[in-house]
């Protein structure tokens, strides 16, 4: 299994941009989740799904969209990149919600 | 409101000696405990969790956890620590009382350096 794989690895935007980072996991896991990190601020949720065609929004959604169209993956769309949206993106997924949580390696984010 | 604490921003320890990594946490029922690791440039890995049982929990690469319910703490331990422990530690917590809600209120991590 490869687990949970995120895509780009690094990317530049400049404000108002568009992009949308993208998420797989190999697991048939139902949960996932999207979680953005900033320096000492530790992870905050952006959005989650509990399944296919149902997402939920998280602590900090405003800015982003998703869509859960299959289980397997899980993309996050920023419509018009800020500043404030500099981060490190992490996807991951569980079996459930009291599960472990499998982590993706992040996509590094710079909004210029 | 629920919450979690890692009250230290950064612990140091010598290589072999035992290591302790905070956490306190406040939820209106019982709680779901975790702890995570992320080493650098890398996503966080599980190392364990509490749900009920026992109040000490064994995980991976020899950690283990106390759950304390009087003081309502989850510290991480581990008897002898190694240099490639340095990592990014962070606890986290759900509120099992807390019906449909299905997100883990996270830590802000307390970065661990193990000191040859």
């Known amino acids: 299994n490869a687990g949970v794989t995120q895509t780009p690895k690094f990317r530049i935007l400049k404000i108002g941009q568009s992009m949308t980072l993208q998420c797989t996991q190999d697991m048939n896991h139902n949960y996932m989740y999207w979680y953005r990190q900033d320096p000492g601020m530790g992870l905050k949720l952006i959005y989650y799904?509990?399944?296919?065609?149902?997402?939920d929004k998280g602590e900090v959604p405003n800015g982003y969209n998703v869509s859960r169209s299959t289980t397997e993956d899980f993309p996050l769309r920023l419509e018009l990149a800020a500043p404030s949206q500099t981060s490190v993106y992490f996807c991951?997924?569980?079996?459930?919600?009291?599960?472990?949580?499998?982590f993706g390696p992040g996509t590094r984010l710079t909004v210029l | 409101a629920q919450s979690v604490a890692q009250p230290e921003d950064q612990v140091n320890v010598a290589e072999g000696n035992p290591l302790t990594v905070k956490c306190t946490y406040s939820?209106?029922?019982?709680?779901?405990l975790f702890w995570y690791v992320q080493y650098p440039n890398r996503g966080l890995q599980f190392l364990l969790k509490y749900i009920t049982g026992d109040n000490l929990v064994k995980g991976s690469y020899g950690f283990e956890a106390e759950f304390n319910k009087s003081q309502t703490s989850f510290h991480l331990k581990k008897p002898s620590a190694l240099v490639s422990d340095s990592a990014l530690y962070f606890c986290a917590v759900r509120d099992i009382g807390a019906g449909n809600n299905r997100k883990l209120i996270w830590g802000l991590g307390t970065s661990l350096a193990v000191n040859p």
């Open positions: 939820v209106s029922g019982n709680p779901y």
């Open positions: 799904s509990v399944g296919a065609g149902i997402t």
């Open positions: 991951a997924s569980s079996i459930a919600g009291l599960d472990e949580q499998f």
